[in-house]
Structure formats: C-alpha cells, structure tokens
C-alpha cells in the first residue's frame, strides 16, 4: 500500500533525507514489523517510543493500575509506538488515541493495522486538551491518562539535567493543570534527565511519585512518572 501524504516507509537507506539517516539500523527496535510497511513522519524518527519500551510501559501500566480503570487514553499517540503496545493487552474495555497532526495520525493508524489492534482504538484527531474536555470529559473517573509529550526536539540531551519548566511546547505544569481535571491517574513519558525534584515537587498531597527509568541496551531511553493510584511495590 502506497504512504499517504506525509508518511513515508523507507526500505532503504539511500531513500532517507540525511538528516535522519542516523536512526535507520534503529528500525526493528521501533517497529518489531517495520518490514511489513510501517510508516513513518519525519518527525517520528526522533519521537517514537521504542517498541521493547512501549511494551514494559504498557506492561507497568497493566499490572499496577487501578482495576476501576478501564480505559487507556494516549494523549500524543504520534505514529503509535506506545497506543499499538497498549492495544495489544486485553486489560482494557477500550483504549483512545489523540494525535493533532493528521499525517502522524494516519501513520498511526495504518501501523496500528499491520499489528491488528487497528479496531481495539478509537481516534480522534486534534488538541487532546481540547478533546479531554469537550469530547471525552465523562470518561475521567474510570481512565488512566499516558501523556508522551514533544520534548522541545534532540537538544534535550545536552543538558545533565533537564529543567521541566522549560520544556517546550508544553511544560510539566502546562500538562498535568489540565490532565488534573480530567483524572489524577497520569503517566508522564519524559526525558530521561528531567529534574526529579521537579516530579516529585507536583505530587499530591500525602501521595508518592513512582519515577521509573525505561532502558535498552544497558542505557536509559526515558523516564516515565506515574501520579495517582498506581501499586508498585
Ligand atoms: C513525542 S511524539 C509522541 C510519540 C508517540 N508516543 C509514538 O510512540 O509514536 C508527540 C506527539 O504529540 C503531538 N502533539 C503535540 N501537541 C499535541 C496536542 N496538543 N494534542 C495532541 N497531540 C499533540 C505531536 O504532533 C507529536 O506527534
């Protein structure tokens, strides 16, 4: 099938724009099926979540939430990388994906079919904070909210310690604010050098923070905080 506009499927690394060369031999650590046609943005190179991470995220998310959640919404679904993972688990009655950019969204989509969870999703294109809002609002009480937000692009790594309150578009205060209204159960996907003072600075009241590094080949990738009722132990 032929990629629609926007999203590309590289199956060569001469094809690639030079820019983004660099992550090629990282294709089958993103997409375990990248050679069944995964497409991808140009953009999602850079911020995709790994799939052996998606899937230990997926899995923490699973076995520590609540069981009076029933319902997984991914506020930055991007081109699935984390939503496919979370589609693939039977813990959920249903799981949204919220993407404002349409052709990340319909790389998401088609990439969600190739690992055939494509049905288990409902998808809504826009602004999540918009759509938490008007759309969604009266699933708060029984869902989980996974925020894997724009980092600001790859100038993150070159600070030891990554100040939250300069993330940008959006900062720690901007997401969680708004995320608050709707449910106090969020997991937050950042950089794997955000200031933990910071997390631990926004939890609630008499509540713990699990901060949890997410790893491969021996190296952190991220970081993922989880506010709310979750049972680590
Ligand atoms: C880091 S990427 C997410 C990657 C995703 N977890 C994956 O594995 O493919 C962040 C995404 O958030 C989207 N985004 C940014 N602001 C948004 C908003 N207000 N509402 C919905 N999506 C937004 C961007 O278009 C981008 O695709």
């Given amino acids: 099938m032929a990629p629609s506009e926007g999203c590309q499927h590289y199956a060569d690394l ?3 724009p030079w820019d983004i060369q660099k992550y090629y031999h990282q294709r089958f650590s993103i997409f375990s099926k990248y050679d069944e046609g995964i497409w991808m943005t140009e953009d999602a190179w850079f911020g995709v979540t790994p799939e052996p991470i998606a899937c230990i995220i997926a899995k923490h998310i699973d076995g520590t939430a609540s069981v009076s959640k029933t319902i997984l919404i991914d506020c930055f679904a991007g081109v699935g990388g984390n939503v496919i993972a979370f589609a693939q688990s039977e813990r959920w009655k249903r799981i949204y994906a919220i993407e404002k950019d349409p052709t990340a969204l319909a790389c998401a989509k088609h990439n969600a079919e190739i690992y055939g969870v494509r049905d288990k999703i ?4 826009g602004d999540c904070f918009k759509i938490l809002r008007k759309e969604l609002a009266e699933l ?10 724009p980092w600001g692009g790859p100038g993150y ?3 030891t310690v990554f ?3 300069k993330m940008q578009p959006y900062t720690l205060t901007d997401l969680l604010s708004p995320f608050r209204h709707f449910t106090e159960d969020i997991v937050l996907y950042l950089p794997r050098t955000s200031d933990i003072r910071q997390l631990a600075n926004e939890s609630s009241e008499g509540s713990k923070t699990t901060v949890m590094h997410y790893c491969m ?3 952190s990738k991220a970081v993922c905080a989880y506010y709310g009722a979750f049972a680590f132990h």
């Fill in 163 to 165: 100040d939250l309150a």
């Fill in 217 to 219: 080949e021996g190296a």
């Fill in 140 to 149: 708060g009480q029984h869902s989980i909210l996974f925020a894997s937000p």
């Fill in 14 to 16: 001469s094809e690639m």
């Fill in 122 to 125: 409902s998808w809504y294109e």
């Fill in 157 to 159: 790594r070159s600070d």
